[in-house]
């Protein structure tokens, strides 16, 4: 576990390796909550942090779900069962597949495969409908006397909004600000990237979310994959030069046929290499496609379905 200031620390998620995914506590005087809660595996982690926090799970009272990919809230089910006292809390969009989590499931199969699906999300069950909170574009959930601000945030999913903490004067940003893995900073500086993965990347609606998150001039943005980030204006250009680089690739591949899809792997990968190179980053090309892990390949299937279904 990691602490940051103002009650706000992150739980590693235990998917697949210490590090791809955070879920973020957050602490009101005598009251706590979880922004994602990882997977049916995160749960152990989720109980460790709060014991050592002394937090009685009676004092959980809100899950807060930037978005419903199975890597941020597959786990919502079993926590909302093991904290009897908290609320969930979610995009309209995403709130029925928390109650009835079957087309999540088929969806993501999909993508993963079955043995990949069990291995990394473990079992994925049913919120009660009552004890979900749906919000919108402007809602704000008075946390025990802590607000907090939710923004409707498409582009990566249009299940997906940011939360802005009034305390800490920062966003949790879930996969709207894209991923910035530690392995990747250099001299405190993070290095980002977007996830494009699929069926829901939309590059302009990214764009206008990322602009929105930046306009209220954060002093921290706290991301699912990894943690806190700072200097949050440079971070901001980088990543929406690397959302154009993205689709500029998407269009290079088009019409490239059956090799499309390795064709954008191999793009994907020479250019993030690139710009961790000039980042000044000093991993190998190998550790660092390890680091990524799936991030590359859900990328470019995320951009190749964008490129046989946008409009215009
Ligand atoms: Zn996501």
């Known amino acids: 576990m ?30 706590a909550a979880l922004v994602d809660c990882g997977t049916g595996h995160s749960l152990g982690n989720i109980r460790a942090a709060l014991d050592c926090k002394g937090i009685a799970p009676g004092q959980l009272r809100y899950i807060i779900l930037t978005h419903v990919h199975l890597d941020h809230a597959s786990g919502a089910g079993a926590a909302m069962r093991a904290f009897p006292d908290a609320r969930l ?9 928390m109650i009835d989590p079957s087309k999540l499931i088929a969806g993501a199969t999909e993508v993963y495969g079955e043995q990949a699906m069990a291995d990394m999300y473990g079992d994925i069950l049913p919120v009660a409908a009552d004890r979900v909170i749906e919000t919108h574009d402007g809602f704000t959930l008075d946390f025990n006397g802590r607000t907090l601000a939710f923004i409707d945030t498409p582009g990566h999913a249009k299940h997906h909004h940011c939360i802005w903490d009034a305390l800490s004067q920062s966003w949790f ?34 764009r206008a979310s990322v602009g929105r998150l930046l306009a209220r001039k954060p002093r921290a943005m706290y991301l699912t994959h990894y943690g806190r980030v700072t200097d949050v204006p440079a971070l901001g250009r980088a990543l929406l030069e690397r959302i154009d680089a993205h689709v500029a690739i998407a269009r290079a591949a088009a019409g490239t046929g059956g090799a499309r899809k390795q064709v954008l792997v ?6 993030l290499l690139d710009e961790l190179d000039a980042h000044g980053c000093t991993l190998t090309r190998e550790e660092a496609l390890a680091v990524w892990g799936l991030d590359i390949e859900l990328n470019a299937q995320g951009l190749a379905f964008w490129l046989d279904h946008a409009t215009g």
């Open 2 to 31: 990691i602490d940051y200031e103002h009650g706000i620390s992150a739980i590693d998620a235990d998917l697949i390796r210490h590090g791809m995914a955070s879920i973020h506590l957050l602490r009101a005087g005598d009251q």
């Open 266 to 271: 191999d793009a994907l990968s020479a250019f």
């Open 173 to 206: 940003t879930g996969d709207t600000f894209g991923l910035a893995y530690p392995e990747c900073t250099v001299d405190g500086r993070a290095f980002v990237f977007p996830t494009t993965s699929p069926v829901q990347f939309d590059p302009d609606a990214l």
């Open 89 to 97: 809390v979610v995009h309209p969009r995403g709130a029925r597949h």
